[in-house]
């Protein structure tokens, strides 16, 4: 079968409205400058990643329904735990902000090493380190790396792959700013970036029993 050509669109990082041709406001919410360039790829694998949107959700007796038992996941870090409200809740998604350097990596390492030696399948996804740096940083944590699977990437299509492949508890992902998606804009980093990428994968743990923790860089501005 002959591959669909990929197709230049304009997408606005406000509502998300795409139209063929750059505009300088936003014809359906009225932003100005909003409207960012992005490669729609009719081949992307992104729509079978995403099916559960087009299934049809039909209501269910809720007396049918199995009561959903441990529906938290400890991270064995006492302080983690109690501000996540007694564990990371499965199928939700954690974001870990603050200014570089205060730690968040360092706390993330640890969390995928506890959560790795309790119920293992851990995807680590470093956008940023080496896998040799991440493991001197395990060791200096004095930490067991074992049933933590990294992958260095910045591309959302390799990390989806992985998904799909190791179906992990848990998925870190350090850091979110890094991750991009050609599908999102051609320049990495944008607000659309980040929306389409922090959906895709927030998408896919809700979906299944999962966990993701992200990091976000924040600056001084903001
Ligand atoms: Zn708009």
């Not at 329904?65 to 302080?79: C, F, K, L, P």
């Not at 974001?95 to 360092?106: A, R």
């Not at 399948?121 to 074992?146: C, F, I, M, T």
């Not at 299509?157 to 992990?168: C, Q, R, V």
Request: proline share 4%; with cysteine; charged share 25%.
């Amino acid at each position: 079968m002959a591959k669909k050509k990929s197709i230049t669109i304009y997408k606005c990082s406000e509502c998300g409205y795409t139209q063929p041709t750059w505009l300088g406001r936003c014809p359906e919410c009225g932003s100005w400058n909003t409207l960012e360039e992005c490669i729609s790829d009719p081949n992307s694998t992104a729509a079978a990643f995403g099916k559960n949107a087009t299934e049809k959700i039909k209501p269910v007796p809720l007396a049918n329904v199995t009561a959903q038992e441990n529906a938290r996941i400890s991270t064995e870090i006492g302080e983690f735990d109690r501000v996540l409200g007694g564990g990371a809740m499965k199928r939700s998604a954690i974001l870990i902000g603050g200014e570089p350097g205060i730690g968040k990596s360092t706390l993330m390492i640890q969390t995928a090493a506890a959560i790795a030696k309790k119920y293992g399948k851990v995807l680590y996804v470093s956008g940023e380190e080496s896998a040799g740096q991440l493991k001197g940083r395990a060791d200096r944590l004095n930490l067991d790396a074992k049933g933590i699977e990294i992958l260095c990437t910045m591309r959302l299509e390799d990390i989806k792959d992985a998904l799909s492949a190791i179906n992990p508890l848990f998925v870190v992902i350090d850091s979110i700013q890094t991750v991009y998606s050609v599908e999102a804009g051609i320049v990495p980093g944008t607000i659309n970036q980040l929306k389409f990428c922090a959906n895709e994968l927030t998408g896919w743990v809700k979906s299944r029993d999962s966990v993701l923790i992200m990091s976000a860089h924040v600056t001084k501005e903001g």
